[in-house]
Each structure stands twice: as C-alpha cells, then as structure tokens.
C-alpha cells in the first residue's frame, strides 16, 4: 500500500494528485454536505487554474455516505484501495470520521480537515499512522474551555448556566467547560436537552431559576437555535454564548427576536472581517470564486470550511514543491510549520500535536437591516483567552 | 322494446381463470330477471361486471343504450344500478343506520331518503329495532336484510340481488320473495342470482342458466320452470 | 355405538349483549351418535348458543358440559384453544379459512393440536418431524378425497366457489378427529342438488368418522331429512324439541318460524 | 366436478411462488454470493462492493425477521431498528468487557428475546396501528437509551477485531479478513434462510398465518394466539438482532445515532417491495432497497440518487404490488412467450 | 394538528401516512422562498402555502394512491416512505441547502397566566388545532360527506358500489392531511427553522399522541398531543430531559397495555 519507496506516492502521477472525501450529501445533511464539497472544488478548481501545484493538478473525488458510518468505511475504504487517493481532504461528519480512524491510522494515509469536532481527534502527541491525521477545526473540549474562559474573563460571571444536547458535541464542549470551571472556581448550572428536540422551555427554565451571569449554548445548529428561542421565551436577561459552529449570518436570523431581549455572542475561529470591520482579502477571494458556482454560498459557514480544507491540503502540497510527493513527505512538511488559515488563524501541528485551531475569537449578533456578526474581541490564541 | 340492460359476447378472466365466456343476457324494465346455476358458474362475476367491479376481456354492457362497460362503479352506481353484494358486505364498524344511509348516498333529496328509509324499515322490522346496533354484531340473517335494505335505500332502476335469501329463515325467505315482486311493481327492474331456484322462477319473468362460464340455457321462468332437463342437471329434485 | 349416553348438556343457557338477551334461559341435550338440528328465526341466539359452546363468549351465566371419555367437563373452565381436545370442533357461518394458503394446508390446520414434535425439531426438520408431517399430510388428503376435492389440494383457498370452501371447513374439523361437530349453516350458499349431496355426507360423517353433529340450518329439507332430533329457539328462548316431524307440527314453531304448512 | 379444467388452471397459477425445489435455490443463490468474497481478490470487483454485499445479506438478514411478522403473522414492528442496534450495541459492550464472542452474542440474543417477547405479551392487547405505534415507541426508547446511558459511549463503541473460538482474528481493516467475514455472513444468511423455509412450512407456519387471516377458526383448532404472537415477535426481534451482531462482526463500529425509525422502516419496505411470505424475494427487496441505490445510482446519479431511490420503491409496489420476486414469473413468461415464437419461425 | 392530519388519511385509507411531516415541510419551503424572495406578509404566505399543499396532497394522490389502489395497506405506507426520499432528496435541489426562517403568526408578546407565560402565538396555536379538530370532527361524524369518508376506508369497492365517488374522497382527504401537515410545519418553523428535518420529532410525537387519545376518534389526537406535550415539559424539567421522554413513553405504554385504544378510543367487537 502506501508509500513507494523513494518514488510518489499513491494517487500522484506527474501531472495529477487525487484526492477525495465521503460525505453526507444527500437527505437531511445535504444542507451542510454539499456546500461543504463545493467549497473544496472551488478552491482545487482556482489552484488548477493557476498551474496546480509543482506541476500537478488536483483531482477530487466523493462518494454519498448518507451520514451512515458503516456506509463511510466502505465508501473511504473504496478511495484507499480502489481509487488509490493520495488524501483525505475535508473527512466529513461524525460517524464516518469516528468508524474510520482506525483503519486509517492503520493505512497511514494523510487526512486533512475533519469536518467534525470529535473528541477522539485530539491528540497532544500522535504517533506513527495517527501522525497522518490533521484537525483543523476546533475541536469541542478546546472550545469549550474557552467558554467558559469567555464568561469569566469577559463578563465576569461567577455563575455560568450550560445548556448542552446529549450528542459528542455538547458532552465534549460540556467536558472542557467542566474541566475550566473546576480550575477557575466558578459554578455550573447544567442542563441536558435531547439533540433533536423541538421544544426546551424546561431546560430553559431549569437554567433560569438557577439566577446564572451567562448562559453557554453549548450545541450545533438547529438544537442551539431552538434553545436560544427557549431562553428569549422563558425570560432570559443573560448574556449567551454559543459555539463556532453557529457564527453564521443565518444563524442570526434565526435567532433575532431573541437578540431584542439578550446579547448573543458566538467564539469564531475565523476572522472574516478586518478590525475596522471591512471584508479581509481572503474573504474577497474566497467569496470570488464560490460566487462561480453560486452566489449564495458566499456567506455559508459550511462552504467556507470546505474551502479552508482544500486550502491547509494546498499548502502542505506547496511545503513539498519538487521532492517526491509521498505520505513521509507530507507529514513532514505540514508539521514543519504553523499552517495558516485562510480567513482564519492557524493551527500548529509539530511534534504530533493534533488539537485543531488554536485562536478564537468572539462574534457579536446584531440585526438591523440584515443579520451580522460583529467582532467584539479579536482573534488570540487559545492560550492567551485561557490565562 | 329494446332491454334496459343488456350484456353481449361478455368475457371475464381471473389471471389464468376465465370465469365468463362470451355470455349474452337481457334485462327488459320492469322485469325479474334470474341467473341460476352451479356453484362457481360465474354468475357473481357476471352481476360484478355489470357493476363495474371487473374489468371485461371482450364484449360489453349496454344500459339504456349508453355502453357502460368500461365506466367506474360509482358512476353506475350513480346511473341507477345498484346491488346487494354477495357475502354482504356490510360496513361492519358503522351503526345499522350509518350502513342505510351510505346505501342512499347517490340520492340528493333529503326527503326522499327519509322515505326510502321509512320503507326499509317497514320491510325489515328488525333493521329498525336495531338501528344503533354495530352492524357487525348482528346476526348473519339480520346483516343480510340490512344489505338488502341498504341496496333498496338508493331507489335503484335496476336492483342486482345476489343470493338475497342466503342464511335467512324460511319466513323471511317468503317476505323476501314477496318485497320483491312489490319492488318490481312500483317499476323497478330487478336482476337476482338465486340457489333458491323453484322459488325464484315463481316469481322470475325470465331466467338464464350459467354453467362454467357459459350462458346453457335461457327463456321465460315459465318455459324453465318445465325444463326437465333443468330439474334433473341443476336444480335436483 | 352406546346411542342413548348424552355427549352434550346445556342447562339454563343466558347470555346478554347490553340489554339484549340473546340466549335466555336455554336447556337441551345431545346424545353420542345423534344429528341435531337448531332452529330459529333470525337472531333467535343460534350462532350465539354455539359460540357460547366453543367458549368463544365466556361470560355466560348456566351451564354447558361436555361428556367425554374422562367424564363431564364443566366447557367454562376450559379456554377457547383446549375445547377442541375435548373433541369439540366447528365451522363457521361466514367462513373463515386462510385464502392465502394452499388447500391441504388449510386442512392440517385442523391437526394443529394433534402434532407431537415442537417447533425446534421443525426448524431442523429432524427426521421425527418429517415423519409426523408426513403422516398427517396423508390423513388430510384421505379427508379431501372423502369430500371429493383431493384433486385441488394444492390450490389456494382463496377465489374457490363457495361450496368448495364450505367443504375445506368441513375438512379442516375432520382433520381433529371430532366427537362432536358443530356445523354453523352448512348448506346456505348451495343449490337444491348440492345441499341433496350434503345430506348424504353429513351421514357418511358421522357413521365413518364416529362423531355427533349439531347444525344450525335455515334450509328446512335439509333439517327434516337428515336430523334425529331439532330444536327450536325463538328469541333466545326454549320453544321445541323433538323429532322432525314432531317439530314440523308444531303450531309455535310454524308460527315463529315456518309460517303456514300450506306455502311451506 | 364442472369445475375440473378452471381447477387445473388454479393449481398452476396459485403455487406458492418458491418454485419447485426452494432449500436448493437458497443453496444456489447463497454460493453464487459466495463468490463474491473471491471477486475482489482476482481483481474483478471492488473490496468495497464486496462490503456492499455484505450490508445488504445483513439487512436481508433483518428483513426475514419482518417477514415473518408481516407476511405471516399480519402483525407489524416499528421498532427494529431499536434491534438491530441492541444487537451491535449489545456486541459493542460485551466485547468490550471482554467476553467472548460467542458468549457475547448469546447474551444479546437473550436479552432482545425476552425484550421480543414484551412486545409480544403487548400485542394481544394492542392491535393494528396501535400495535405498530407501541412498537415505535419500544423503538425510541431503545434509541434514546443508546445515545443517553453512558456505556454505550455516546457516538459509538469501537469494537475493533473480533476473535472467534478465542483464536481466529478478524479485523476488518484487512481485505482477505474482509472476505472472511462477508463468508461467514453469507453462510449465517444461509442457514438463516434454510431454517425459516422449515419454520413456515411447518405446523408453526400454519399457525401463524391461521392467526392472522382467520383468528376464530386458528382458537377453535387449539391454537393459541399469545403463543404463536409471542412466537412470531422473538423470532422477529432474534433476527434483528442476529442481523445487528452480523453488523457489528463486519463494520467492528456500533454506533448509537444510526437506529432511527428510518431503518425500520427501510427494512419493512425491503420485505414489501420483495413479497410477503418469500424469502428469496426479502433477499431481492434488500437489493433494490440496500444494493442497488449503492451498488449503481449513487454512482450513476450523484446526489439525486437519493430521490431516485424513493421514487424505485414507488415504482416497484406499483408495478408489482405483490412483491419484486414475482418478476421471475414475469420473464419466464416472457421467456416461455419467446420460446414459442422462435420455434414458430423456425417452422 | 400533525396528528390530525394522519388521524384523517388513517380513517380515509386504513394507511398511516409516513410522509405527513414530509409533506409538510416541503410547503414550508416554499411559504419560506415566498417570504424571502418576495417579502410577502406570513399570512399571505400561509395562505398560498396551504394553497400550493392543496395541490400537493392532489398530486399525490392522482400519481401515487391512486394508481397503488389494489396495493396493501402496509404497501401504501412504503410508498409514503418512498414519498418521503423524494421529498427529502427534492428539496435541496428545490430550495438550495440553506435552512428558511419563518416569523411566528403573532410577534412575541406574551400573557402570564397562573404564573406561566404563555405567548400569544401559543394561544393561537391552540385555538386553531382545537377549532380545526371540532370542525373535522363534527365533519366526520354527521355529514354525507363524512359518512362516506369512513365508508371508503372501511372498503372501497363496496362504496363504490354505492355510488359514493372514492376517487374524489380519497383526493380530498390526502389534499387536506397535506394542508394540515403544512399548517403544523408552519407552527413550528418559527420555533427552529426550516430545514428537511423539522418535522421528524413533531411526527413521532403526533403518531404517540395518535394512540394515546385513540385514532378513531378526533379529539383524542388532540387531547393526546397535549397530554404528551405537557408531561415530556413536566419530565423534563424534574427529572431530565433525556430520561424525561423515556418515561414518559415508557408511562404511555404501560398505560396502552390496559387501555388499548387509547384515552377515547373504544374497542370494536368482532363477531364470530
Ligand atoms: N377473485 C377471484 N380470483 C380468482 N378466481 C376467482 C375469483 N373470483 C371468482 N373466481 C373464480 O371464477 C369462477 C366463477 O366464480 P363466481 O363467483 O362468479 O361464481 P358463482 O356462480 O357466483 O358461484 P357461487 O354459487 O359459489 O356464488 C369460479 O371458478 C371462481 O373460483
Ligand atoms: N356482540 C353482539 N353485540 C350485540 N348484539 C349481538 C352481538 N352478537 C349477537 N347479537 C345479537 O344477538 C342476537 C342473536 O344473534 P345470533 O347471531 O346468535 O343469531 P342467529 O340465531 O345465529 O341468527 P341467524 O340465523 O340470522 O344467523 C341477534 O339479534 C344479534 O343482533
Ligand atoms: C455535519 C457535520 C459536518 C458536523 C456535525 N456536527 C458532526 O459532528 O458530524
Ligand atoms: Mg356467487
Ligand atoms: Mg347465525
């Protein structure tokens, strides 16, 4: 399998490297799977106009998992051994990523992006096949301990309210908000709503009688949306704080009666916008070139993150350049240095440290004639927000 | 006089099953008309057709000129014929009164139907008596005068019976026969399938035979009435 | 065959549906080896009396006993799926077979009680099974040539002309080895000259297979002709019992039930 | 008998649609399935299809189960997918402390049987679609107790290599392991087959579909209703979770998100799209429903296979109401139908 | 109300319609894109939404339920899962992947009553479902046209026969589950989103209230709904959420094995 001695190698001729992912795009996840994909085209497509990389183009390939991991196994076990991609680039949704890892591991084939914050991603020292594996995204213990860092440091509450589904996500960020409110004394009210549920008026109430500084939403998407409704229709006065994942313009339409009532606030591990608040180059450019396949996803989160997978990929291929482009290779030139995000920060992977991102921001919802994100603390690495 | 009703060359299968084979039958108004002959002789298939509850492999069914053979039940429902089906058919989870009250459903004046039901329960005393009752617990004499009242609730021009008199008790067998001939006197054409064959040519104008698919024999009750060869192959001694 | 020994016993029979008394304070007596007749009009509580019998309505006041080989049973203590050890078995008014399986099997599912091997030998197929399977298969299809439609045993029930599927029903209660038959209207449904070849199998049953019968029959010639004895009900009461004749005269049962010798 | 000739043409068109010798045509259809595991290796087909294969034998497994209760029995779970999962969870738990296989799998078995025979105790009580909705809420129960109690992990439990007989090692991250175990699943759905033909065609067969279409007639011949329902829900609920275990063998993942009412619902469309009561044609329904949406339109349509997939299991009931396995009467007609002519124009 | 919608297909054609909440949600799109794109007023929007669900609910029954006539009950219900794909699978390619957002009908004030909060828009929901239920139940229960609803689920061919037009009762029946879909999916999309999902737990919940208050009778969905709704809050809020829902499902069935047909629902004798 693997590498050839020497030689490139598998998935790379001297004209082409192929790469691919399995992700849930069709059903009820398309939402998040199809942006996620056009947004790793459309960056291969703008570095294949440009020449490619060293000589090479990019060659993607993708097959429908339907958000099944056994249907992710088969399907990624199928670009290993039958497509003989090169990488993984953007490895797509929980249950995949979670029933692949040890067969990858095993391969040793390189994994850029995982779009998914699972906790068994984070690793302070990965070795042999695991060392191949590369997280980008926040992953939900890190972030959550920033929470709760957040709360305290800048609203100072001694009290923090946690509402969290039952799912990876909130048992992981409730895991690092845990691990942070142990070390800096403060107290946590938590309450657990079911990931799918419609209704949280009693995890809302049980949260609110409790009399907390801050509320920490700690969920994705549409369970983080129904509590933040929740929270506006059981009185809530605190300030809320949410996760990366909902730094988005529709998350704040969605939730924008109940900004008239609280502050809302989401970490962001991106920075889209300058400090005086105008678009960043990489946002222009990004926006460009998704605009050609369709101008509606330049504001979607989903088809940003995408993009910054195809991008960290690219630039472990650029650290390479000339030499001979094997796993060995790539490894190593992704762990020589920070590698930097686009519309973001960056992510250090030396000595097989593999914990995603480590800068966060904080992103104020306001509406007035549309949904907006402002800046209200820039960009600084975890480590700072956490001292 | 051309026959209010009338079937030509009419063909039906089952699957692999022809249960017809190019059978001819006339229906004149105003008359009793009887189908007789052995179990499984398609007479049940044939009143089905006419119903419009099968489709036909050849042949058609003409009603007052208009070919119908290809039309929906409902719309000849609707034109007037109307049958008590075989094994009853009731609504076993409606009211004996719910079950008469479909039966008029094709009659749009309001006081007509309240006659029509007037008349069923002067018929069929019990169906009164029972009106609440879930028409699934009657008992099976009860729940086939309640077809039969159902059927006669929609004034029909044509009334089918199939095998009315099925499970009821000799008396009401008579009463049956009886409400017939009356049905037939107000101007009502009827079409009966009958086991009961002397008492049905008694009070028949005419009668078909129908064995194994295939119209044997036909004429007036009368002349059938006399067929020794009909006593001896079909109705027994 | 000990002729005057009573098989069955009903004594101050009562069952209610709301405030209808269907059954009402009913007593009569089979013997072994008799063919009885029940009579009535329409909802007199027939159908009513043998599903009290077959325990399939329970909460009957009076008492109904079986007399078998190991003396009277007390049929109110015995749940609806044991009647039939104690050799009752039925067929029902508006028929009731499993149109979606062949004939024969229809039939051994009237053996369902007789089978001694379980369902694990089944499952293996053991050679114990096979045999059972085997025999059983053989004395349905000796039952089906009886009745004289072996040849379509390996038809499907469902889309048979109804004189067929009333002999199935039959077929199926041989298939237990019944002491006692009960036959809920066997002739409706069939013309004069099948109802005349019922007659005779009706006979045939009981003298080959050694068995009582307790018909329900609305078709008076049928009744008259093959019956030792009839009993008549009329709303749920006790009117009359006794021979054919007996009960043809009758004034209260022409009245209820017959009407006037002259248009019978 | 008139009735003689229209009685021939019964017996020809009413047979039980298994054909004439139905153990041989599961022994036929399961080695040709054998020699897929083989494919991969000379280098004809792709391991991964060979996986596909493999889920669709595991979901036929499932739907043999549903068979039995659907098409037998006349009574309806909404609730397998709460099996299947108590199968791979179940799995997933008991290796992981440490048990061995066998011992695991017996364990799961047992305890999702006596869970089946709840559900059967419940539906001589509850019927029709109460019955199938107090099987939908077993099922979100289950559901919601997997992602909810802690051993099950929370996402899933890895379950890594299996040891059979504590000696032979299968890990699923090598090919010819892979080939080992769709065998071994093949074999089981094999077995499975064989030993449901012989289930329905016995005395409990009988009484099953006695039950369901003819329940007065089924107490007046002796046969207890509870009995056969509980019957007919442990085996159901055995098969599901036999298929769960199988599952959980092959993928070596249980994950504890995957057992939503979907899957049941799937596998009650494998079952109906087949035909009710045919087990080669349960096998067929899992391909249309399982195989083919993966096997061609996903890589045929793209995204839209999705919608493809639906509109095949509408176009399926619709063409054949019966059951998909009734197109094997349709082309030996068609067959038959050519058959003649050529000889006609050869004449 | 979504347990209305699938009480009325169940009574019409003996099927449980799977898709309800598909249904539903679909036409929540399109109410969606008509707001977005046109800025119409929500109650202009809802009105051309039930509209537009009218017309689905006809679709489906001339191209899907008609044509499946002969097909089994449970059959039926495959082919409503088979709906549910397509719908599923359509609406991306329809609407694009981004969720749409809905307004509540009454903006959010809210009245406190015996110390709980109720908003408006709650109130009004209830009001609608609660008249909408007596309409339907009343509808069914006394008129021809109700009569002939339960007659053509009981058995279509014998109510052809009496003249009742199943073709047209059935479409009725599918077009107004349809609308009622659509209204409960407009109910809830102020509440989350609108997304392909929206209406999976609303569905499940609707199917439990089905049986909790009894299916055959209208206001037991209702009165079911309500019950459920009420103890999953109560559950949640002194137990937990998570185990709220298991025991309070886990009460239900209890409560199902000695009352079968539910709160309201009466047991149908069947005579031997
Ligand atoms: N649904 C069906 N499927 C297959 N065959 C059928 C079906 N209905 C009827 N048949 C067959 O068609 C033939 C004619 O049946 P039909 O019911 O019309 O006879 P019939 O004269 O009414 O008999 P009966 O006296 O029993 O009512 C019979 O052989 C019967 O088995
Ligand atoms: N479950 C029930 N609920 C209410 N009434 C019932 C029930 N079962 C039977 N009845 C009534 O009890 C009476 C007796 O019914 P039964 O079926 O015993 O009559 P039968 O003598 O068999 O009549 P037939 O000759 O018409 O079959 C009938 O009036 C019937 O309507
Ligand atoms: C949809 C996915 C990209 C993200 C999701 N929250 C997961 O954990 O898998
Ligand atoms: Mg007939
Ligand atoms: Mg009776």
Redesign the pocket.
């Given at each position: 399998n693997g590498t050839g001695e020497g030689g490139a190698a598998q998935g790379v001729t001297d004209s082409t490297v192929l790469v691919g992912n399995a992700a849930a795009t069709s059903g009820a996840l398309a939402a998040v799977g199809v942006p996620f994909n056009q947004g790793i085209e459309a960056y291969f497509s703008m570095v294949n106009q440009a020449g490619g990389v060293a000589g090479r183009t990019i060659e993607w390939v993708h097959y429908d998992d339907e958000f099944d991991g056994a249907q992710g196994l088969t399907y990624s076990q199928r670009l290993v051994e039958d497509d003989q991609i090169f990488a993984f680039v953007g490895h797509f949704g929980t249950p995949t990523v979670a029933a692949t890892q040890e067969y990858l591991d095993t391969v040793g084939i390189p994994r850029v992006y995982y779009a998914t914050g699972l906790r068994a991603l984070f690793d302070l020292k990965a070795e042999g096949g695991a060392r191949a594996s590369f997280p980008v995204q926040p992953i939900y213990d890190a972030e959550g301990e920033v929470m709760v860092a957040r709360a305290v440091a800048d609203f100072g509450a001694q009290k923090i309210g946690v509402i969290y589904p039952n799912a990876d996500d909130g048992k992981g960020l409730l895991a690092g908000i845990e691990l942070r409110a142990g070390s800096l004394g403060v107290d946590i009210v938590a309450s657990q709503v079911a990931p799918d549920a419609n209704d949280m008026s009693s995890a809302a109430q049980t949260i609110l009688s409790e009399d907390v500084d801050v509320v920490l939403v700690a969920a994705n998407q549409v369970p983080a949306e129904v509590a933040i409704k929740a929270l506006a229709a059981a009185g809530n006065q605190a300030p809320v704080i949410t996760s990366y994942v909902n730094a988005a313009p529709t998350f704040v339409e969605g939730v924008q009666e109940a900004l008239n009532s609280f502050d809302v606030y989401a970490n962001a591990w991106l920075q889209v916008v300058d400090n005086d608040g105008n678009p960043t180059e990489a946002l222009q450019e990004f926006e460009s070139q998704v605009g050609e396949i369709d101008p509606a996803l330049a504001g979607n989160p989903y088809a940003q993150a995408g993009w910054i997978a195809a991008a960290v990929f690219v630039q472990g291929l650029e650290r390479v350049g000339n030499a001979p482009l094997t796993w060995e290779n790539y490894i190593a030139a992704m762990e020589e240095a920070p590698v930097s995000i686009p519309l973001g920060g960056s992510v250090n992977f030396a000595d097989g440290r593999r914990v995603g991102t480590q800068a966060m921001s904080l992103l104020k919802a306001s509406y007035d004639d549309g949904p907006v994100w402002t800046v209200d603390q820039p960009l600084e690495p975890i480590t700072e927000i956490l001292d | 006089m051309k026959p209010l009703l009338s079937v030509e060359n009419l063909s039906v299968s089952?699957?692999a099953?022809q249960?017809l084979r190019s059978v001819n039958l006339e229906v004149p108004r105003g008359k009793i008309v009887a189908i007789l002959?052995a179990?499984?002789?398609?007479?049940?298939?044939l009143l089905k057709k006419i119903s419009g509850l099968v489709p036909a492999v050849q042949g058609t069914v003409t009603f007052k000129d208009q070919d119908i053979t290809g039309i929906s039940a409902e719309a000849i429902a609707q034109a007037g014929i109307v049958q008590a089906p075989?094994g009853r058919q009731i609504f076993g989870e409606l009211t004996v009164k719910e079950n008469l009250q479909i039966g008029a459903f094709t009659v749009k004046d309001a006081k007509q139907r309240e006659q029509n039901l007037q008349r069923v329960y002067r018929y069929f005393p019990v169906l009164e008596e029972r009106s609440s009752q879930i028409a699934q617990t009657l008992s099976g004499g009860e729940q086939q005068m309640l077809a039969i009242g159902r059927a006669l609730m929609a004034s029909p021009e044509i009334l089918i019976l199939d095998?009315p008199s099925l499970g009821l008790a000799p008396l009401i067998v008579r009463d049956i026969f009886a409400i017939i001939q009356e049905i037939r006197e107000n101007g009502t054409t009827v079409l009966i399938?009958e086991q009961n064959a002397m008492q049905t040519l008694k009070i028949a104008d005419f009668a078909y035979v129908?064995q194994v698919g295939s119209m044997v024999k036909s004429g007036t009750a009368q002349t059938l009435r006399e067929d020794p060869e009909l006593i001896e192959a079909y109705l027994g001694t | 065959m000990n002729e005057n020994k009573a098989i069955l016993s009903i004594d101050s029979l009562t069952m209610t549906f709301g405030g209808l008394k269907a059954v009402d304070d009913l007593n009569f007596s089979m013997n072994s080896g008799e063919i009885v007749g029940l009579i009535g009009p329409n909802g007199a509580g027939k159908t009513t009396v043998f599903n009290c019998v077959t325990q399939f309505y329970k909460e009957y006041s009076g008492n109904i006993t079986i007399h078998g080989d190991d003396g009277p049973v007390d049929l109110q203590t015995v749940p609806v799926t044991k009647v039939i050890k104690h050799g009752i078995v039925r067929t029902f008014q508006n028929l009731d077979l499993v149109p979606d399986l062949s004939i024969i099997d229809n039939v051994l599912i009237g053996a369902h009680v007789s089978f001694k091997t379980g369902i694990i030998s089944h499952i293996l197929k053991t050679g114990k099974a096979r045999a059972e399977e085997a025999e059983y298969r053989q004395k349905a299809l000796g039952i089906l040539e009886f009745l004289g439609i072996h040849t379509l045993r390996d038809a499907l029930a469902g889309?048979?002309?109804?004189?067929i599927l009333k002999k199935i029903e039959i077929a199926r209660a041989l298939m237990a080895d019944p002491k006692l038959m009960i036959l809920d209207e066997p002739a409706a449904?069939l013309n004069d000259r099948e109802t005349d070849e019922l007659d005779r199998l009706i006979y045939r049953i009981r003298d080959e297979f050694h068995t009582s019968i307790l018909l329900i029959e609305h078709d008076m010639g049928l009744v008259m002709n093959i019956c030792d004895r009839v009993c008549a009900i009329n709303f749920g009461k006790f009117l009359a019992m006794g021979t054919p004749d007996d009960i043809k005269n009758d004034p209260s049962v022409q009245e209820a039930y017959l009407g006037q010798e002259d248009q019978a | 008998m008139n009735?003689n000739t229209?009685n021939e043409a019964i017996q020809k068109s009413g047979k039980f649609s298994l054909g004439q010798k139905p153990i041989l045509q599961f022994a036929l259809l399961n080695f040709i399935l054998l020699f897929v595991a083989v494919l991969p290796h000379l280098g004809i087909m792709r391991f991964s299809t060979m996986s596909i294969f493999a889920y669709t034998s595991i979901y036929t497994v499932v739907a043999l189960g549903m068979n039995i209760l659907l098409g037998f029995s006349g009574l309806i779970s909404l609730g397998t997918a709460g099996f299947i999962g108590a199968g791979a969870l179940g799995m997933g738990v008991f290796l992981q402390m440490g048990l061995p296989y066998g011992l695991a799998a017996l364990l799961v078995l047992l305890i999702a049987g006596s869970l089946g025979a709840l559900i059967g105790l419940f539906s001589l009580k509850v019927e029709s679609i109460y019955l199938a909705i107090a099987t939908l809420f077993i099922g979100e129960i289950l559901r919601q107790v997997y992602t909810s109690v802690p051993i099950f992990g929370g996402e899933f439990i890895s379950i890594g290599a299996i040891k059979l007989f504590g000696v032979i090692e299968l890990n699923q991250i090598f090919q010819s392991h892979r080939s080992i175990l769709y065998a071994l699943i093949i074999l089981v759905q094999f077995l499975v087959m064989v030993l449901m033909y012989n289930l329905v065609k016995s005395r409990t067969g009988r009484a099953l579909m006695a039950m369901s279409r003819s329940e007065h007639a089924a107490q007046a011949m002796g046969i207890n209703i509870l009995k056969y329902r509980l019957t007919a829900f442990i085996t159901a609920t055995l098969y599901a979770t036999g298929g769960g275990i199988l599952y959980a063998s092959y993928f070596q993942n249980a994950p504890t998100r995957a057992w939503t009412l979907n899957i049941s619902l799937l596998i009650i469309a494998m079952v109906v799209v087949g035909g009710f009561k045919s087990i080669i044609g349960t096998f067929l329904g899992a391909v249309i429903i399982y195989g083919i949406p993966n096997l061609f339109l996903k890589d045929l349509l793209g995204d839209i296979s999705y919608v493809f997939s639906g509109v095949l299991i509408i176009l399926v009931i619709l063409f054949y109401p019966r059951g998909f396995v009734f197109v094997g009467e349709d082309l030996r007609r068609l067959l038959r139908r050519g058959l003649k002519a050529g000889k006609r124009e050869a004449k | 109300m979504a347990a209305l919608g699938i009480a009325l297909i169940w009574k019409t054609s003996r099927t449980t319609n799977f898709a309800q909440g598909s249904i539903g949600t679909l036409n929540a799109y399109v109410a969606g894109i008509l707001l977005m794109s046109f800025g119409w007023n929500i109650w202009v929007v809802a009105a051309v939404s039930m509209v537009s669900a009218f017309l689905t609910g006809v679709l489906i029954d001339t191209f899907i339920i008609r044509p499946a006539a002969k097909v089994s009950p449970i059959s039926k219900q495959i082919i409503t899962l088979g709906l549910i794909m397509v719908i599923v699978g359509l609406i991306p390619l329809l609407f694009g992947v981004d969720p749409y957002r809905l307004p509540s009908f009454i903006p959010s004030s809210s009245v406190t009553l015996a110390g709980a909060t109720l908003r408006y828009n709650t109130i009004f929901v209830i009001a609608v479902s609660l008249s909408l239920m007596g309409f339907l139940f009343w509808f069914i229960k006394n008129t021809r046209w109700g009569l002939a609803i339960r007659v053509t689920a009981a058995s279509e061919s014998t109510a052809k026969l009496m003249g009742v037009p199943t073709r047209t009762v059935t479409m009725i029946s599918w077009a107004s589950a349809a609308m009622m879909g659509t209204l409960a999916a407009l109910i809830v999309a102020p509440q989350s989103s609108v997304n392909p999902n929206m209406l999976l737990d609303v569905q499940v919940s609707a199917f439990f209230a089905g049986v909790l208050g009894g299916f055959s009778t209208f206001a037991g969905p209702v009165a079911g709904s309500f019950i459920i709704a009420f103890a999953r809050n109560f559950t949640a809020f002194y137990i937990s959420d998570i185990w709220g829902n298991v025991i309070v499902y886990s009460l239900i069935l209890v409560f199902l094995y000695f009352k079968p047909y539910g709160l309201f629902g009466k047991k149908i004798v069947k005579k031997v």
């Open positions: - | 089952y699957g099953i249960a002959g179990n499984g002789g398609g007479k049940t298939t075989e095998e399938v129908l | 889309g048979q002309p109804y004189g449904g | 009735t229209q | -």
